[in-house]
C-alpha cells in the first residue's frame, strides 16, 4: 500500500518542501500518522483542535488520471495513489 | 461623527481652487466609505459620456470608518474614478496607511477635479492646501519623485505619485504609495496624468472619534490572537501570496502563454519556494496586521533589484512569468521593477505583452511592426517592450492602450487574443477552472477583477461561511450554486471590504475576519447598530450604483462576457478538458440576474432600486 506524498508551498519550516516522501497506509489519517514519523510536526499543523482536517490546506488526491479532494481524515488511499498537500488557494 | 472627520476635500485644478463640504450621517451610514464613497460621488456629480482623461472625470481618494485604526489593512484607500481602460466605473484599492493619512489631514474623502494647465503636487496637511510647481517632478520615475519629495519635506510624510506611464496616458498606468503599494488597476495613474498631478503629499495630526475604542481594542486583540495562533494564515504568512503559484499551476488554473494553457514547465523556478530561496529579502506588513504577507526581493546577478520596490506578489509573477512562458525570478522582479519604476499595472502589462507575443508567434506583428524581435519567455525582450510601453516608444504606444484597443487597431482577427473583460486585462486565475470566478469576471463592474467575489476553492469544504449560508462543500468547477455564491461574495468580499476599508485575504476562509466581525468592528468605530443583513444590503447598494453608473454609460448584458478562448478545453493539468461555453455563461447570467432583481439586459429593475433605496439614471 505505498502512497507517495508530496508538498507545494506548505511547511517550509519543516524541511519539506521538493521532498518526494513514500508511505504504507490506508487512510489519510494513517498517512498523516506515518509522515509524523519523519516530519515531526506535521500533524498539528494539518489536524485542527477539533481532530479534523486544518480547513486552511487542501490535500489533493491523484488516482489513476482521476484527481480529487479528500477532505475527511478518513479519506480512503490505495497503493500507487499520490497525495499533494497545498495551501487553500484564496484569491490574491 | 464617530470614525469620520465628516468633511470632503475637493480640488479643482483648472481654476486652482480648494472648497470643503460636510459630510453627513446619513450619506456615510448609506455608503460606508472607500469605494461606497466614490461610487456615489462620481454616480452623483460626473455626466454620463465623459471622456475618463478630460478635466472633466473625477478622481476621489477615500478611506473609511476603519482607515484611522491600525487594523489588517483598514489604514488603506479606494481610489476611483471613470477608468480610461474600460470607460466604466474604476475603483483600485491601496494598502499602506493612505487612507488614515488622509483623515490625519481632516478629511475622509478627496476628489481632484480638472486639469492644471502645467505639472502640479498637492501638498496637505491638518493646516492648509497647496497646490505646487511640480515641474522639476515631470519626466521622473516614482522612485525618483520618492526621494526627492522626503527630501524637500519633512519625516512622516506619505507620498502617492505617478511615472513616465501615468503622464503619457497608457491606458493602465498606477499610482504608487511611497513606491511600495500601488493602486495598480483601471488606469487611475493616467487620470492623475492627465491631470497633470504628478504626486499628493501628506502628513496630518488629526485625530478621528472612535466610538467605542476599549470594544474595538478587544476586538483586535482576540482576532490577532487567532491570526497567530489558528494556522489559517500561517502560509500566507510564510510565503505571501506566493503560495498560490504552486497550487494555481496543480489545479491547472494558472494562466500560462497567454492563456493558451493552464500549467506551467517550469514552475519549479518560480513557485513559492523558488521564490523564497533565490530572491526573498524578508517581508513587510501593513499597519496592524500580524500576517505580514507583504514579500521583499534583492538580487545582484543577472539583474540588480533593489529591495525597495517590495516585491512581486502572485498576480505579479503569474502575470510576468507564465503568461508570458518565462521562468525566470528574477527576470520577473525585474520586470515587476521596472513596472513598479515607471508607473504600470503589472497585471495588465503582462497580459498585454502576451497579447503582443501571440501576435508576433502568428505572424500578425511582425518584428519591423514591434520595432523588436519579441518571443516567448525572453526576459530582455519582456523588458524593452515594458519600457516602450511607459514611454509609448513605437510599438509600445498601441500596446500601451490595453489589449482591447490594441486588437481591435491591429484587427487581423488579434481580437480573438485579446485577453479582456469589458477592456480590463484577464488576471492570473484562469475561470475554467472555476466557474465561479468567470461568473465574476463576466460580471463585475469594473471587469475583469480577481478580488471581485470569493475564489471557488475556499467552498470546497464545509462550514466554509456560515454567516452566508455556505455549509455545504461546493466542487470548484461545477455550475451549481455559484451565481448566488458570486453575487453574495461581491457584495461582502468585493465591495464592502473595500468600504470600511479592510484587507480581503484575512476575510477569506478560514481566516479570522468573519462577517459578524466586520460588523461589530464597524459598530464600535461608529457608534452605529447596523446589523449583517443592513451591512450586506449596504454592499448590494453600492454594487449596484456601480451597475447603475455603467448602465448609464451605455452598459448591458452584451459586456457582460469572456473571451472566446475559454470556450476552447484545457489541454492539460487538473483541469483539463474544463470549458465555459456561451451557452453556460449566459444559463449563469439568467440566474444571477434574477438574483440581483435584474431584468434579462441586465439591468437593475424598479422593485430593486427601491428596496435599495436608489433612483433609476
Ligand atoms: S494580509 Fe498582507 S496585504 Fe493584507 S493587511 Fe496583512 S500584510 Fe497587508
Known sequence: ?92 | MYGFQGTMLIVDLTQGKVLTEKLDERFTRNHIGGVGFGIRLLYDRLEPGVDPLSPENMLVFASGPLSALGFMGSTGMSIVSKSPLTELIGDSDLRGSFGRDLKSCGYDALIVRGSAKSPVYLELTDRSVQIKDAGDLWGKTTAEVQSILSRRNEKGFRILSIGPAGEKLVKYACISGDVRFFAGRLGMGAVMGAKNLKAIVMKGEKETPIADPQAMKNLMKEIHYEVLHDGSCDTLSKYGTWNNTGPSNLKGTLPTKNFQRTTFDEIDQIDGDAMLSRISAGDRTCPGCPIGCRRVVKSEQPYRISPQYGGPQYETVAALGPTVLLGDAVAIAKANELCNLYGLDTISTGVTIAFAMECSEKGVLTDKDLGMHLKWGDPEGILQIIRMIAFREGAGDVLAEGVKRASEKIGRGSEEWAMHVKGLEIPMHDPRGKKGIALAYATAIKGADHESAMHDDVFERENALPELGYVKPMGRKEYQGKPLLVKKTQDLWGILSDALPICKFPMAPPRPLKPNRLVSALNFVTGWDVSLEEFLRVGERIFNLGRLFNVREGADRTLDMLPNRFSEPTPGGASTGETITKENLERMLDEYYDHRGWSKDGVPTEETLKRLELKAP
Not at chain 1, 19 to 27: S, W
Not at chain 1, 70 to 83: F, Q, T, V, W
Open chain 1, 1 to 92: 500500500m505505498a502512497v507517495t506524498v508530496r508538498f507545494v508551498s506548505v511547511f517550509r519550516d519543516l524541511g519539506v518542501s521538493r521532498r518526494l516522501f513514500v508511505v504504507e497506509a490506508e487512510t489519510l489519517e494513517k498517512t498523516i500518522d506515518k509522515l509524523e514519523v519523519q516530519i515531526p510536526g506535521l500533524k498539528e499543523k494539518l489536524v485542527d483542535s477539533h481532530g479534523r482536517l486544518h480547513p486552511a490546506y487542501q490535500v489533493i488526491h491523484t488516482k489513476g488520471n482521476r484527481q480529487g479532494l479528500c477532505s475527511k481524515l478518513d479519506c480512503p488511499i490505495a497503493d500507487g495513489d499520490e497525495i499533494v498537500i497545498t495551501p487553500l488557494i484564496s484569491g490574491g
